[in-house]
């Protein structure tokens, strides 16, 4: 689980395109802070702030804006078009103690027994809805499928989560399942006879007849 983290952003008073551009320049990250019903507020982060808190995978922090500390989520990272930088952040204001709706990664662990016997492994749906508190909101789900066998079907509501989280979706999609491949028939080979050697003519000097 989470816990909030500080994150240190600053008021920005120029907005739009070519003013983030610069701010992109200086190693800052533009973002917005939103929610609550309160004005939303244009702010700055430095890249390096806010890179450490993805490795992390934090996702509630503790703003220090204007000697304010306000606790909110990270719901949105706009990324360039190469996914390498992030060009925006996004963050809403929250209560600690209130829940919020999020997506977390499902990660699948460990080798499944069909794997092994020959089977292959598909994982379909790697992102889950959830409902939590604002405060512990999970990184990510992790979920052994050591055990899977050879035509098991992983769903949705096999998951086991969290305390005080709540699933948001229907408990009947399929997240990953052990199938056997599909061998295709091979063609037998017709057996060729082997080529017959063509037979040396064997070469007589022809004497001239004197």
């Known amino acids: 689980m989470t816990s909030a983290i500080n994150l240190d952003v600053e008021k920005r008073s120029e907005i739009g395109s070519r003013a983030s551009r610069k701010l992109r320049a200086q190693n800052l990250v533009p973002g917005i802070v ?16 806010i890179d450490s808190i993805l490795q992390s995978h934090d996702k509630v922090v503790d703003l ?14 706009h990324w360039d078009t190469f996914g390498v930088n ?3 952040v996004d ?12 997506e977390i990664n499902i990660v699948l662990k460990g080798l499944a027994h069909g794997v092994t016997e020959g089977g292959s492994l598909e994982q379909m749906h790697r992102r889950l809805s959830i409902e939590c508190p604002a405060i512990s909101i999970p990184h990510e789900l992790v979920v052994r499928i050591s055990d899977m066998n050879i035509g098991d079907e ?9 305390e005080n989280v709540t699933l948001l979706e ?19 080979e017709e057996d060729e006879d082997a080529p017959t050697e ?6 007589s000097s022809d004497k001239d007849e004197e």
Do not use: C, W, Y
């Open 34 to 49: 939103f929610g609550h019903k309160q004005d939303s507020v244009p702010v700055t982060v430095k890249r390096e702030d």
């Open 64 to 77: 220090q804006l204007d000697g304010k500390t306000e606790t909110a989520v990270i719901t949105q990272l």
């Open 86 to 88: 992030i060009n925006h």
């Open 91 to 102: 963050f809403q204001r929250v209560d600690p103690n209130e829940r919020v709706q999020v």
């Open 154 to 162: 992983l769903t949705v509501g096999d998951l086991k989560l969290p």
């Open 170 to 188: 229907d408990a009947s999609i399929m997240v990953a399942h052990v199938i056997k491949p599909t061998v295709e028939d091979l063609t037998e």
């Open 198 to 203: 063509p037979e040396l003519a064997g070469k």
